[in-house]
């Protein structure tokens, strides 16, 4: 049940922005085999002005913070760098321009349908 934000600057996406999402979504389902049905990700774009990026980053910089229970392996996390950097190629996105941030929650420090994530069967495996 990952909770995955999407930062980068506005207008270069365009019409593309619910194909960027849904790229990030199936990167997740490859790389930590989650549920396809399982989705939160949002797209969050800021102006030229309101964003600074390290000197190497092109105007595509892109920051994905992505929020998810504590147990992966470092080869799920491996799969899901690379899938990320495989689907966002194809909008322009060099591996330099991406930055990828894991934030490791354990279950039962997240709240779901009222319930420590901790109680509640999630219907997939989190060691993967």
Same mark, same amino acid.
């Given at each position: 049940?990952?909770?995955?934000?999407?930062?980068?600057?506005?207008?270069?996406?365009?019409?593309?922005?619910?194909?960027? %999402?849904?790229? %990030?979504?199936?990167?997740?389902?490859?790389?930590? #085999?989650?549920?396809?049905?399982?989705?939160?990700?949002?797209?969050?774009?800021?102006?030229?002005?309101?964003?600074? +990026?390290?000197?190497?980053?092109?105007?595509?910089?892109?920051?994905?913070?992505? +929020?998810?229970?504590?147990?992966?392996?470092?080869?799920? /996390?491996?799969? #899901?760098?690379?899938?990320?950097?495989?689907?966002?190629?194809?909008?322009?996105?060099?591996?330099?321009?991406? /930055?990828?941030?894991? %934030?490791?929650?354990?279950?039962?420090?997240?709240?779901?349908?009222?319930?420590?994530?901790?109680?509640?069967?999630?219907?997939? /495996?989190?060691?993967?």
């Amino acid at each position: 049940m990952p909770s995955t934000r999407i930062e980068t600057r506005s207008s270069w996406l365009g019409e593309r922005r619910r194909d960027f %999402v849904e790229a %990030v979504q199936r990167a997740l389902v490859r790389g930590i #085999l989650i549920p396809e049905d399982d989705r939160c990700v949002r797209l969050i774009e800021f102006d030229e002005d309101a964003i600074i +990026t390290p000197p190497h980053a092109g105007p595509r910089y892109t920051v994905i913070e992505i +929020t998810l229970f504590t147990g992966r392996s470092i080869e799920a /996390k491996r799969r #899901l760098y690379a899938a990320l950097v495989e689907e966002l190629a194809p909008f322009g996105l060099e591996a330099r321009d991406i /930055k990828i941030i894991l %934030v490791e929650v354990d279950r039962e420090n997240w709240g779901l349908r009222g319930l420590p994530g901790s109680e509640i069967e999630l219907g997939f /495996k989190v060691d993967v």
